[in-house]
């Protein structure tokens, strides 16, 4: 199992349009080899932003990879630079290989 995040600053004041162009995009993640699970993440506010993560989980490393390079992956973030004044900084990426997996799954 491979976990991949992104880690978002969001500018405070600006969290329910970053979640409705979430809510919105269509991801293409189901019609993905590999593809498990995906959720948005709403974290700590901070005096200027509000952190979210993005949090997608795979069968493997190489799943998550082929995703990366795929025509999926390009038309899911087609839209990725328009909205630029909602962030403080890019994204931030983060990837783990699961060393261990215990319980059931969970679902929201």
Not at 27 to 38: H, N, R, W
Not at 69 to 88: I, N, P, V
Request: charge should be negative; charged fraction near 25%.
């Amino acid at each position: 199992m491979y976990i991949a995040m992104n880690r978002f600053r969001i500018c405070r004041g600006r969290e329910a349009e970053f979640e409705r162009i979430w809510q919105e995009r269509d991801t293409y993640l189901s019609e993905v080899p590999g593809f498990k699970s995906f959720q948005l993440l709403k974290g700590p506010e901070a005096a200027d932003h509000t952190l979210y993560a993005s949090h997608s989980v795979w069968e493997s490393y190489q799943a998550f990879m082929d995703w990366t390079r795929s025509d999926e992956f390009r038309m899911a973030h087609a839209q990725a630079g328009t909205s630029k004044e909602l962030y403080l900084g890019p994204p931030q990426f983060e990837g783990f290989e699961a060393v261990m997996d215990q319980g059931p799954s969970y679902h929201f």
